[in-house]
């Protein structure tokens, strides 16, 4: 048997984690620093990421207010952070947009900035990652967001169902290439969840519908921390031996 | 909001809206029209109106008053 004695003990790792002002990316970011994580939090709210910063556990945490739509400078974003922090071990992409418009409405403009923050800003993150400056040189994990969505259909998540689902696709890809290199690829596929993001779609819902979702949930909705715990689980050694998976974090909503 | 009217027509793929045509009495009127109409609301004039707001409201009139008022 090999691996330390407590394989979720994260001393002396980095991680990055975007999305970090709220929701699971804040929930992913204090649990990292609780088990001994160092971090590197990003967001596009910096009062969000200044509240952040004053709740993780631990000392030399960094943020960055940046806006993930800015594609073409991520890669370089995380090669600056390495060069004045050091290598990063992990990578959590949890900053997402919602999208919940029915096929009518889904002109391409509409769904345009959703598309690049969830799925185009994960590959530049990866991009950005693997880079031989950036990755730890003993191996690296990343976790990226998927969703329910992209795994079972709801009427108006046509949009964010196909950025989710190419999440998915994207994960098997670069796990089989990064692979070579010791980094793992996964993502986690939430059902709803109590979060920010959750609050602004669940207000297009009347109450009767709010209670048809909550009911599809057999363990009822999710707090951020149950999804944190899952992602930190796959960050971790705990998941050496994972990549390439789609794991499922939802309280039950796919299982009927 | 001079376009208000047309895009609601849009929406409800009818021809034309008047004032005081009442909402729930459009032919496709469902959940996923009422969803459209608040996605729209929200991306064209900024105004964020719940699921339980638009409920309350009968006539074309009377949302394009509260659209107006929310504006302000």
Known sequence: ?256 | MEDFYAKLADILEVEEVKPNDVLRQFENWDSLTALSILATLDASYGVNLTAMELRKINTAAELAATVENRRK
């Open chain 1, 1 to 256: 048997m090999t691996g330390a004695a407590n394989p979720l003990d994260l001393r002396g790792r980095r991680f990055l984690v975007t999305g970090a002002a709220s929701g699971i990316g804040l929930a992913t970011a204090l649990l990292l620093s609780r088990l001994g994580g160092q971090l590197v939090v990003i967001d596009s709210n910096p009062e969000g990421l200044a509240r952040a910063l004053s709740m993780f556990e631990g000392n030399g945490h960094v943020s960055h207010c940046y806006d993930l739509r800015k594609l073409d400078e991520i890669p370089s974003l995380l090669m600056e952070v390495s060069a004045s922090g050091g290598p990063l071990f992990g990578l959590v992409h949890a900053a997402g947009l919602s999208c919940i418009q029915p096929l009518r409405l889904l002109d391409p403009s509409s769904y345009h900035d959703v598309l690049r923050v969830n799925t185009e800003a994960a590959l530049a993150l990866a991009r950005g990652f693997q880079h031989k400056k950036v990755a730890d040189p003993a191996g690296g994990s990343i976790v990226f967001l998927a969703s329910v969505m992209a795994l079972v259909g709801s009427p108006g998540a046509v949009a964010y169902g196909m950025t989710k689902g190419a999440v998915t696709g994207l994960v098997k890809s670069l796990a089989v290439e990064l692979a070579t290199r010791g980094i793992r690829v996964n993502c986690v596929a939430p059902g709803f969840v109590k979060t920010p993001m959750f609050e602004r779609v669940s207000s297009l819902w009347d109450a009767e519908q709010r209670v048809q979702v909550e009911a599809a949930h057999p363990l009822g909705l999710g707090e951020p921390e149950d999804v944190a715990n899952s992602i930190v689980f796959l960050l971790a050694d705990t998941g050496r031996w994972i990549t390439g998976s789609v794991l499922v974090v939802d309280g039950g909503y796919t299982a009927r």
